[in-house]
């Protein structure tokens, strides 16, 4: 989702969000990432945020990973996030299937031994 002008209200969304330098939003926001370069007002929960250097950000921030690229602003607070919080992404796969650093799948690895 692209914000290119003005927004007031909640936005819910389980991709990226991006406020572009012309973009306004004041409000709440649930999404998977958050990419502020324009203005935000209010409180945010995602997986990660990003404000770009013309990005400015004033109110909550709950995300375990925010970076503030020089030239960016925020004026607030962030506070780790909770799995309440945020958007939960799909397992590819089995339910339930773990994949390990090769890819394969635990009940494979099970299997082969």
């Known amino acids: ?9 909640k936005i819910n969304t389980e991709k ?3 406020i572009s330098r012309s973009g306004r939003v004041k409000g709440e926001i649930i999404a998977d990432k958050v990419i502020i370069n324009g203005l935000f007002e209010g409180e945010c929960y995602a ?3 990003e404000i770009l250097p013309h990005g400015k950000a004033q109110g909550t921030i709950h995300s375990d990973e925010l970076s503030i690229e020089r030239g960016g602003h925020f004026i607030g607070e962030s506070q780790p996030t909770t799995e309440e919080q945020v958007v939960k992404l799909q397992q590819s796969g089995k339910k339930g299937e773990l994949k390990d ?3 394969k799948s635990k009940t494979e690895e099970k299997s082969a031994s």
């Open 1 to 9: 989702m692209h914000v290119d002008g003005y927004m007031e209200g």
């Open 16 to 18: 990226t969000l991006i």
């Open 47 to 49: 997986n990660h945020v």
């Open 101 to 103: 650093a090769n890819n």
